[in-house]
């Protein structure tokens, strides 16, 4: 019932900036908390931020905190992910979750929806 598309990825050079959005479609998106999560070829995804539903509480991986904001927008229908100073170890697929409720956590098997990724590469 939650559709998620994710734009903004490209390639960007070492210590450059890119944002990401994660546009949703559905019914009550604003009672939904966030994710972000990234996968680099032959790795295991990976957790990057998260953001509760009232966007008011976010949560982070320390090999991403300091750099990257997640936030969402005054209509709640778009997060999005700030990522600044980038790195080469940043190079990844990335993708948006969402799951119901208040809860915001850093595990891939708590969420529900996922949108398609979007390709974020960082030359050195």
Known sequence: QVQLVESGGGLV???GSLRLSCAASGRTFSMYSVGWFRQAPGKEREFVAAISWRGGITYYADSVKGRFTISRDNAKITVYLQMNSLKPEDTA?????????????STAVSYDYWGQGAQVT???
Do not use: D, K
């Not at 697929?93 to 956590?105: K, N």
């Open 13 to 15: 050079q070492a210590g």
């Open 93 to 105: 697929v990335y993708h948006c979750a969402a799951r119901t409720g208040m809860t915001i956590p």
């Open 122 to 124: 960082v030359s050195s």
